[in-house]
């Protein structure tokens, strides 16, 4: 979108309204979609809602964002709809903007790729002296999978003259058949900064080893020799007529590199990018005389193996090879729908479904007052309806529930440290009718959106159940549920630093304890539970009043794993669901164990740190909800040291 308002398609020809509809993407920090939106009234007064929504065309998913918004006519308005990424699923799929009034939709219009800021290719740069031999590597428009979506490549001849300049373009940088000791410092360091930022850097060696890999110093790969076609040990490693060409013996000099044990292709993830290098030269792959079979399959196999090592792409499948992990956690937070517990009510109704019939018979003969029993069943209805009614009390909801994590760093040792002073607020929400309803949110929340967005399905013809409405600088969620005690799961962010103060630790290893030392708590928070994370181990400890020093003694869970994805889970499967009580005995806080789970959760999948962490949950902590529910909040504070 070029920044002229393009026309929208008038849903009704019977009024003189005209709108012209603009969309653009702006760059933001990373953990929001901000759509920048355009609106002409070029026709009569309007008043409305403005929706923006996923036009997906199958039936998931596509939560409506509505602003409320006023278009007098000959006016103009622009304002910006801010969507959480983790909130979208499909980043491929067209963004639908209408216009809806009491009388219906006014006006709608869809941009394709919109959130994808119009991309609609990925750009391989080739650095080679044999450019005409490498076009194969477009694979005739069959597209790579990138990201979660599919691309079709995009070749692009480099030389010395254009190639600094065209890195910052590229998501593939091919080199083969280059002597790269041409090229001056400044364009090699400029390569190796563009992997670091994220770029796959793919490397061709074979007869042209020597030459290629003369420049690029810093991949630390030597190449022992070169063996003609059908020599060498490397012969045996292919069956697919590889050894037709000439391969490089090449050496890992550093043990970075992951080398396949049948294509002999390495690979590493550097910085955030990847680099491959492979034993062939691509460009004598590319020959058209050569009788390989399936090389369209080893060119895209090439592209998917660096994809696999770049760490945004990671990101990317980590977040849904892990969702599964925070979704367990949450869902029992706050005993939802699934979880609630009604074995006394149901032990009432059974016994009084067996009293009331020939139980209440059989007593009355053996009394001798048969005659009373058409008095007596009145009378026992009345007192069942009554234990039923008090028993039930606990489970009633007049109201939405909502339970409430937020997440926020604090220093590690300094108060007036506020790096990290963002923080996410998870919200768990079900209501027990079946009723539309919606919640404001405190005001220093800006914008929302749903989780586990690939989990809901859509109920009306704009397919979306859940909204996030905004009006004048406040914002509200809610959903339209099909079944009474339907669970509903947002998450809103807010730079605003609910808490200065800080914690810190002195630990040292202990052969009986795993750690020992001290955790002092500098907040003005009583911690239920905290945890630390030391090792890659995970340790979880009870009660940490405000302003006091804990020696850590024995933990109440010790997760002794290797990774941070483990960690996560183990405390889950471990810790959450394997006891009803306590190591003394007492029935265990849930709520607070999920809370404590969540902000376990969110700090690994935020930080990735290396240092100690320590994590402390507690319950007094301001409300997320603005509006007439019943809300539980809950603070997870953490530390990296």
Sequence with gaps: WGGTCLAAEDARQDRKQVFDIGAQLLSSEGSTYDIQLTLCNQGEDWEGTVRVQMDVSYDALSCAYDTAIALPQGSTKQFVVRIPVRSIEDQDA?????????????????????LLDGADALFMGILSDSYPLLTYLDMGGESVYYGGIEYPVQLMELDQD??????????????????????????????RQWVDDGGMLIVGTGEHAEDTLGG??????????????????????????????????LKDATGRYYTEPESLIMVSSWGDGAVEVVPYALSELGQPDLAVAGWESCVWQLLQNANGYVSILNNYRSQYETDYIIRGIFRSFGNGSSNLNFGVLKWIVVLYVIFVGPVLYLILRAVRKRDWYWGAVPVTVIVGILLVYFAGRGFEVVNTRVYSVTVEKLSGHEAGDTSGSSNVTYLHCYDAGYREWGLRLAERFGYAGPVFGNYFYGNTDDKYRYHISREGDRVSLGMDPERGFEDAYFLTETSQKMETGSISCDLEASAKWGITGTVRNETSRDFLYFAVVADNVLYVYENLPAGETRTLEEAVYTSRQQSYDTVVEAYRHDYMSSYDRDHRGRRRDYDTIAALGTGIWEVFSREQPGGTVIIGVTKDWEKAVDDDCSETAYGCLYAVQ
């Design 216 to 249: 690029l110093e810093f991949l630390d790969i030597e190449c022992i020799r070169v063996n003609g076609p059908g020599e060498g040990a490397y012969t045996a490693a292919y069956g697919t007529g590889l050894e037709q060409l000439s391969l490089a013996e």
């Design 162 to 191: 254009n190639l600094s300049d065209s890195l910052s373009y590229l998501n593939y940088l091919v080199i083969d058949d280059y002597n790269t000791s041409i090229l001056p410092d400044t364009a090699l360091d400029r390569i």
């Design 94 to 114: 067209a963004v639908k903007v209408s216009l809806l009034d009491q009388k219906g939709r006014a006006a709608e219009k869809s941009f394709k790729r919109l």
